[in-house]
């Protein structure tokens, strides 16, 4: 008996090791980067489902933090929106004051974006619309930590190797859900603490998956 034991132990000590040698040999299965970034500006070069999604969330995220920086925001949609869109988009009522460096006459203000939530709406291989649901966040010595949130529906289209804005509307704000609850104290919320607690930090690009 003793030997027989001796014999199915080593027997399953060799199929382990000749498995766990299996797992550490099969390459990982490497995923497109459904994004390309071009001067620090997320591009859209995966014409899929995912594809699409992760480019409406980078595009919405990198136009609305570049708000407070008229040369940033103009490169910006130079790079993300088709150019018969480019100049109606730069005359929208936020783009224009920071072309006219309004925001910019507020002492030490600051401003990110964040991406809260997507959804795919319609998909083929030439278009594309997305719903986003963003916010943006600014603060400074005068301006106490103020969200703005906004649905978007971004219909993007397939060009050159690149997904293209070709429109970005908004939904009213009565259509627009805002969280009305925030975690924290009232020192959480002022803007010394914004400044201090996110000192030398920057949002992401999303990536997405590939599909």
Known sequence: MRTRFVLALGAVVVTAGALAFGYETVPATTRPNAIRLEHG???????TR???????????????????????????????WAPQERAVELAQPFLAAALAGEPATLDGLKLTAAIAADKLEAYSPQTAQVRVWSEITVWSSAVAPTQRWTLDTVTLAWESGRWLVTSRLAAPDSATPVPAWTSGHIQDRVSATFDARLADMSAPYYSGGAQ
């Open 41 to 47: 500006v997320p591009v859209g070069v995966l014409d």
């Open 50 to 80: 995912a594809g699409a999604v992760a480019a409406a969330d980078n595009y919405v995220a990198t136009e609305d933090d570049s708000l407070l920086s008229p040369s940033q925001i103009r490169g910006v949609v130079d790079t993300e």
